[in-house]
C-alpha cells in the first residue's frame, strides 16, 4: 500500500508540471494600458448606436403584401322560393327570382297534367297608395316568361307609382297560381316634382317700408298701393336703374313677343291629426315619428283617382289600438 501511494503521488506531481509548463505566461499591463481598450470599445459601440439611430429616422419599414383573396363565384341560387324587385329608372323596373326544385314537383303532383300546359308568369300590380292584400291592386298586367328565366326587365309605362309582383303559373283555364310575391318599389316622377314647399309672405307694410329703404327713401317710407304703384311706373318706365340709384333711362322699343298661354293646376292631400305622445301611429302601414305633443302632419301627392290612407294608432301599452281609414277620390275634368 506504501508503494501504490507513492507512485500516485509522483504521478500527481508529473502531472502539475506538465500543466504548468504549457500555460502562456503574459506581459504585465499596467492599469492605464488595461483602461485604453475599454474606452475605444465604450466610443465604438456607442458610434454604432448613433448611426443606428440615424438611419431608424429614415428607414420605411417594407409594404406588407396582402395575401391574393380568391373570389369565388355566387351559387346559381340559395335554396328558397324568393323574388326581389327593384328600380332601374321612371319607367323601369327589374325583378329576378328563385323557384327551387322541390316548389315545382310539389305543384307538379298537386295539379297534374294542368302543370304542363300552364304558362310560366310574372304578375305586376300598380299598388300605389294603398296597403296592397293581393286583391286590391289599382290594376295589373302579366308578362310571360320562360322556364330557364330568372330575371326580367319591366317596362311599368307610367312613372311615379308603386308596384309589386308575383311569380307564379297560369293555368289553361286562367287561373293564377303564385309561387312568391315582391317588395313593394316606387319608380320617380319622370320630371321635376310638382311638390313645392309654403311660401313664406311678408306684410305689405313691411314689404314697402324695406322696398322703400333700398331706394333711399328712408324708415319712413310712404306705403299702401298708391306707393307701390308708383314705384312700379318707375321701374317699368326706366327711372329706377338699380336699388340705390336714380337715373333717366332712354326710352326702349318693345317687340312684340310671340304668345305663349300655358296654364297648370296641381293638388296636394294633407293628412293631419293627435294623439297621445307615446303611443305608436303608422300611415299605409308605416310607422311615423310623433311631435312632442303628440301631433303629426304628411303630405301626399293628390293624382286622379281613388286613394285609401289608413292611419291606425296603437297605445303605449299594445292593448289600445284604432284605425282610421280617409279615402279620397280625385277626378279632373279639362
Not at 465604450?42 to 448611426?51: H, I, N, P, R, Y
Not at 429616422?57 to 417594407?62: E, H, I, S
Not at 406588407?64 to 332601374?88: C, F, S, T
Not at 328563385?98 to 307538379?108: A, D, I
Request: glycine share 8%.
Amino acid at each position: 500500500m506504501a508503494i501504490l501511494r507513492r507512485i500516485k503521488e509522483r504521478l500527481k506531481k508529473a502531472m502539475q508540471r506538465k500543466q504548468e509548463s504549457s500555460k502562456v505566461k503574459m506581459p504585465f499591463l499596467s492599469k492605464a494600458k488595461e483602461k485604453e481598450p475599454l474606452k475605444r470599445i465604450k466610443k465604438e459601440a456607442l458610434g454604432v448606436q448613433e448611426m443606428a439611430v440615424e438611419k431608424a429616422k429614415f428607414f420605411t419599414p417594407p409594404a406588407v403584401k396582402a395575401a391574393p383573396v380568391v373570389l369565388e363565384e355566387l351559387p346559381w341560387g340559395y335554396g328558397a322560393d324568393k323574388i326581389v324587385l327593384q328600380v332601374r329608372d321612371s319607367w323601369w323596373i327589374h325583378a329576378y327570382w328563385e323557384v327551387t326544385s322541390q316548389t315545382l314537383n310539389g305543384l307538379r303532383e298537386k295539379w297534374g297534367e294542368a302543370f304542363f300546359s300552364a304558362k310560366r308568369i310574372i304578375r305586376v300590380y300598380d299598388v300605389s297608395h294603398i296597403i296592397f292584400d293581393g286583391t286590391n291592386a289599382h290594376r295589373f298586367f302579366d308578362i310571360e316568361v320562360g322556364p330557364e328565366a330568372n330575371n326580367w326587365y319591366i317596362d311599368t309605362g307610367d312613372p311615379g307609382r308603386s308596384w309589386c309582383v308575383d311569380i307564379g303559373l297560369r293555368l289553361i283555364t286562367g287561373e293564377f297560381i303564385k309561387i312568391g310575391r315582391s317588395n313593394v318599389v316606387y319608380t320617380p316622377i319622370a320630371g321635376p316634382s310638382w311638390i313645392t314647399d309654403e311660401e313664406w309672405m311678408v306684410p305689405e307694410d313691411m314689404f314697402a317700408r324695406l322696398y322703400g329703404m333700398g331706394f333711399g327713401l328712408g324708415r319712413s317710407s310712404p306705403v299702401g298701393k298708391a306707393w307701390q304703384e308708383r314705384i312700379k311706373r318707375a321701374l317699368f318706365s326706366g327711372i329706377l336703374a338699380s336699388p340705390g340709384i336714380t337715373s333717366v333711362a332712354s326710352p326702349v322699343k318693345k317687340i312684340p313677343k310671340e304668345r305663349r298661354f300655358w296654364l297648370i293646376v296641381n293638388t296636394e292631400l294633407i293628412v293631419y291629426g293627435a294623439t297621445e305622445p307615446d303611443a305608436k301611429v303608422t300611415v299605409q302601414g308605416r310607422e311615423i315619428k310623433l311631435r312632442p305633443d303628440g301631433t303629426f302632419s304628411l303630405r301626399f301627392a293628390l293624382p286622379d283617382g281613388k286613394q285609401v290612407i289608413p292611419v291606425a294608432g296603437t297605445s303605449s301599452d299594445g292593448i289600445d289600438t284604432i284605425t282610421i281609414i280617409p279615402i279620397v277620390t280625385k277626378e279632373t275634368k279639362d
